[in-house]
């Protein structure tokens, strides 16, 4: 986690080519989805910008995992 929030603060791009999955699906703050291809360009062209970046209340959805 700590290695994604330094790439969207720097905004290595090519790093944040690498990580989401095909089928990704971001939640925005105010409850707009994005698909990947949206969250990637929102980086990319500088419309979404973070000046640092801290882990907090993180929630993780897991689909198709392996129940124990």
């Known amino acids: 986690m700590k290695d994604l929030n330094a790439a969207l603060v ?3 791009n090519a790093f944040l080519e690498q990580v989401p999955a095909p089928d990704y699906v971001h ?3 105010r409850e ?3 698909n990947r291809a949206q969250y990637l360009e929102d980086r990319k062209t500088g419309r979404v910008q973070f000046e640092s970046l801290v882990e907090e ?3 993780v959805r897991l689909f198709g ?3 124990s």
């Open 10 to 12: 720097k905004a290595d």
């Open 27 to 29: 939640y925005r703050p």
């Open 32 to 34: 707009d989805v994005e």
């Open 57 to 59: 209340d993180i929630k």
């Open 65 to 67: 995992a392996p129940r």
